[in-house]
């Protein structure tokens, strides 16, 4: 029952989405030229092509994201588990350690200048 | 069955309403705010105080060509702004405008995806809204485009992180991950005047997802995505009519949800505000009508304070932003979170 909810809530948004899409489809006029269907590059002929080469730093950054989300992810259940459990001290102890590794992690990503941006 | 298939949808319809009923008055708010901080007039032609320029501006766009370049991607050209209105309203489905009531002999609760995992939901959806950027800046098929769509990613991915961190400090703190027990827990006073908010407890998490919401929403000062004077527009550049008027939408919409996250989190979300809870509660709907209110009230608010914000600060440079995110925010955010943890422990010794 909660799934259909959210199935409904999905389609119904898409509908919005497409009929949004669509009404300016069918009400727009349509007059196509060879300039309009230029890649817009501040008025001059574009140069050379979009997939080119892009700094690695938007790569590393996307994969240490990755590496600190889960580790975050991982924190949630735990910090919900921790006010219903009794023997804490077990818990906190865990927690320490996972901050410790965690920490390490941060400052060899630091010191390794993986995010530094400016030359 | 078909009960319960009707009441979804009108709990839909509603929830879907009131971002996108107040999304005109919103972009008008805003144009004024601008306009007032800035000592200029303002749209004040079309209607009383310009009210109806957001509607005709709407009108515009519908009768305006949409120009479907031939170097785009077609499919995802077309599918991103679809992505990102619908991704930018998942979050909706699990916000509760009001708390539970009773709607003669039943029990309604008034979120759409009832979940006692709302919450996370709520964040994993917002997340999603990189997605239609990036697709809309990959399948552009223009540098100015993936430029724009790259940094957006790069600056939302690395804000969701110390985001994260406050998210969990408050968990920790709430117990819970049912909004409806976040928002009593929020419920009351202490000393009789100070309201049990959220931002009392953890003002430092509270600035972290505060700084975090800007970042998500492309928001300056953190609007690196669509920096004007070297990326043109960003990740929208080659769109045009509605489909660029979608894009706008689910930014606004974004701003609204993560918002109203941060209501919930750190406001006391639809918990009846300090003087509006004088109101005695004689008849079962006025409750339900002034939680509605007070969220109301808080989310124009946080709005007001976002037109403020951009119209103070200057634009981030893309360095000091990343460094921002990674080295200060960060490393605030789990200090913040192991100082909670231990003070709780040892203060439960």
């Not at chain 2, 959806?125 to 950027?133: D, R, V």
């Not at chain 2, 009392?200 to 998500?216: C, D, H, K, Y």
Request: hydrophobic fraction near 55%; charge should be neutral; proline fraction near 5%.
């Amino acid at each position: 029952m909660e799934f259909l909810s959210f199935v409904i809530f999905l389609i119904l948004a898409t509908a919005l989405g497409l009929i949004l899409m669509f009404i300016s489809n069918l009400l727009g006029q349509k007059k196509k030229t060879v300039r309009k269907n230029d890649i817009y590059e501040s008025g001059v002929n574009p140069v050379g092509s979009a997939t080119r080469q892009y700094d690695i730093k938007f790569f590393l950054t996307a994969i240490l994201f990755l590496l600190f989300d889960v580790e975050i992810v991982f924190l949630l259940p735990w910090a919900i588990a921790y006010n219903n459990a009794t023997n804490t001290g077990f818990l906190i102890a865990g927690f320490v350690f996972f901050m410790a590794v965690l920490l390490v992690g941060y400052i060899f990503v630091i010191n390794s200048k993986a995010l530094k941006w400016e030359e | 069955m078909l009960e319960a298939i009707i009441e979804i949808i009108i709990k839909t319809a509603v929830i879907m309403a009131f971002p996108l009923g107040a999304l005109p008055l919103i972009i008008h708010v805003e144009r004024r705010g601008a306009a007032f901080i800035q000592k200029r007039v303002g749209p004040n032609r079309v209607g009383p105080f310009g009210l109806l320029q957001p509607l005709a501006d709407v009108a515009k766009f519908m009768f305006k060509e949409e120009v479907h370049p031939s170097h785009v991607r077609p499919f995802f050209y077309s599918a991103a702004p679809l992505i990102a209105l619908v991704v930018a309203l998942l979050p909706l489905a699990c916000i509760p405008i009001m708390g539970p009531f009773q709607f003669f002999d039943r029990t309604v609760y008034p979120e759409v995806f009832r979940s006692d995992m709302g919450i996370f939901f709520a964040f994993a959806a917002s997340a999603l809204g990189s997605y239609g950027i990036l697709l809309a800046g990959w399948a552009s098929n223009n540098k100015y485009t993936m430029l724009g769509a790259l940094r957006a990613c790069a600056q939302m991915v690395s804000y969701e992180l110390s985001l994260s961190t406050a998210v969990v400090a408050m968990i920790f703190i709430f117990g819970t991950n049912d909004i409806h027990l976040m928002v009593d827990w929020q419920t009351g006073y202490w000393f009789g005047f100070i309201p049990k908010w959220g931002v009392f407890v953890q003002p430092v998490a509270a600035m972290l997802f505060l700084v975090g919401i800007f970042a998500e929403s492309n928001r300056l000062p953190f609007d690196l995505a669509e920096g004007e004077s070297e990326i043109v527009a960003g990740y929208h550049l080659e769109y045009s009519s509605m489909k660029f008027a979608i894009f706008f939408m689910a930014e606004y919409v974004h701003m609204i949800a993560l918002s109203a996250l941060f209501i919930i989190m750190f406001f006391g979300g639809y918990s009846v505000l300090p003087g509006l809870d004088l109101i005695p509660l004689s008849n079962p709907f006025i409750l339900p009508l002034l939680q509605v209110t007070s969220l109301t009230i808080k989310i124009a608010l946080m709005i007001w304070f976002f037109v403020w914000v951009r119209w103070t600060f200057p634009r981030f440079r893309y360095d000091q932003l990343m460094n921002l995110g990674w080295e200060r925010l960060l490393p605030l955010g789990i200090v913040n979170l192991i100082i909670t943890v231990l003070f709780v422990y040892f203060r439960n010794q």
